[in-house]
């Protein structure tokens, strides 16, 4: 009987251990649809095609939610996972600056571009070559 008490215990606190070390990596990805289309009905003329973005990927390597979503108040990004997402059109003119705000397009190239070059390994994200994620 009192072996049986360890044993179920020993299972309990294993099994507590396991999910706690790997529930936290997959709260955040699966909180998000895994593709996202990236593209915005703003633009008259598209130079590129819209892309289609993958959460899993991102956070396999490392990013941070907070990374791209953002809300800002007196310079700080107060968003928080698990907060409403609005589209990037929402602050983001395609034509011209809103406030502090950068139009749609060098938003998006700051986010993209900015990211892949701090990564700084060509392989894992890949800066100079567009068409690899803009379909043509």
């Given at each position: 009987?009192?072996n049986?008490?360890?044993?179920?215990?020993?299972?309990?606190?294993?099994t507590?251990?396991i999910?706690?070390?790997?529930?936290?990596?997959?709260?955040?990805?699966?909180?998000?649809?895994?593709?996202?289309?990236?593209?915005s009905?703003?633009?008259?003329?598209?130079?590129?095609?819209?892309?289609?973005?993958?959460?899993?990927?991102?956070i396999?390597?490392?990013?941070?939610c907070?990374?791209?979503h953002?809300?800002?108040?007196?310079?700080?990004?107060?968003w928080?996972?698990?907060?409403?997402?609005?589209?990037?059109?929402?602050?983001?003119?395609?034509?011209?600056?809103?406030g502090?705000?950068p139009n749609?397009?060098?938003?998006?190239?700051?986010?993209?571009?900015?990211?892949?070059?701090?990564?700084?390994?060509?392989?894992?994200?890949p800066?100079?070559?567009?068409?690899?994620?803009?379909?043509?």
């Amino acid at each position: 009987m009192f072996n049986n008490r360890v044993l179920l215990i020993a299972v309990i606190a294993c099994t507590v251990f396991i999910f706690s070390a790997v529930l936290p990596q997959k709260s955040m990805s699966s909180s998000a649809p895994d593709k996202v289309a990236i593209d915005s009905k703003q633009y008259k003329k598209k130079t590129k095609e819209s892309l289609t973005f993958s959460h899993g990927d991102h956070i396999k390597h490392g990013a941070a939610c907070t990374e791209c979503h953002h809300v800002y108040k007196d310079g700080k990004n107060v968003w928080q996972e698990g907060a409403g997402v609005q589209k990037c059109g929402e602050c983001h003119d395609a034509e011209k600056k809103n406030g502090n705000a950068p139009n749609l397009k060098t938003a998006f190239h700051n986010q993209c571009q900015g990211c892949h070059k701090d990564v700084g390994d060509e392989a894992k994200a890949p800066v100079k070559k567009c068409n690899s994620c803009h379909k043509k």
